[in-house]
């Protein structure tokens, strides 16, 4: 019973942690650009030298994403006495990392290094779930999480596609929340109850 119950807190988690995570994720996609290039007369926080690399920080930021999907999976691996894998998924996702740093730097400069960053996560996020499926099988709720990057993808895409002033892109950042409250995979008293 209650290795059954720490499953499904771990599921529970997972899904709270994943959506509160890309919200951020979504902040940084919409706000860091406005941020960096905020001017104050001739005053700037960031020199326009450094303008450009606002392009990698939402590639960087999606590649800690699934870097926290693979941390919250090791609680299983950690109460089985198996933590001597981690070290075989970490070394894995270090030389996919070289190698594909190796392909994407010479014809992609820094952006190829950030996607070769947030590729060997995403192998270490599906190493470590492909591992626990036979090792601490949890059932996730996958409806609820399927919905956080479906709605994460449209928000992405729409930004991208039409140039936002500030009160669009205010309207961008309170529709996820929205859809997270009132599809239920966010509710106040479950988070409150799970954080206690």
């Known amino acids: 019973k209650k290795e059954k119950n720490e499953r499904e807190y771990i599921a529970k988690v997972t899904t709270y942690v994943l959506s509160v995570l890309v919200f951020l994720w979504i902040l940084i996609l919409i706000w860091t650009d406005s941020l960096v290039k905020l001017q104050f007369g001739d005053f700037t926080f960031f020199s326009d030298q450094y303008w450009a690399s606002t392009q990698i920080v939402s590639i960087i930021a999606l590649a800690y ?62 190493f ?24 994460a993808i449209s928000i992405w895409i729409s930004v991208h596609q039409f140039p936002l002033e500030n009160v669009g892109k205010i309207g961008f950042t309170i529709l996820y929340p929205l859809i997270m409250f009132s599809t239920g995979i966010l509710r106040f008293n479950k988070l409150k109850t799970l954080l206690n």
């Open 128 to 151: 470590i779930f492909m591992a626990n499926r036979k090792l601490f099988a949890i059932k996730y709720e996958w409806k609820k999480i399927l919905l956080i990057p479906i709605s």
């Open 65 to 126: 994403i699934f870097h926290a999907l693979f941390l919250l999976q090791l609680p299983g691996v950690y109460l089985l006495e198996r933590s001597g894998l981690i070290a075989w998924i970490r070394g894995l996702g270090a030389v996919s990392n070289i190698i594909l740093n190796l392909l994407f730097i010479p014809e992609y400069g820094i952006v190829g290094a950030a996607c070769a960053t947030c590729i060997s996560f995403i192998f270490m996020a599906v």
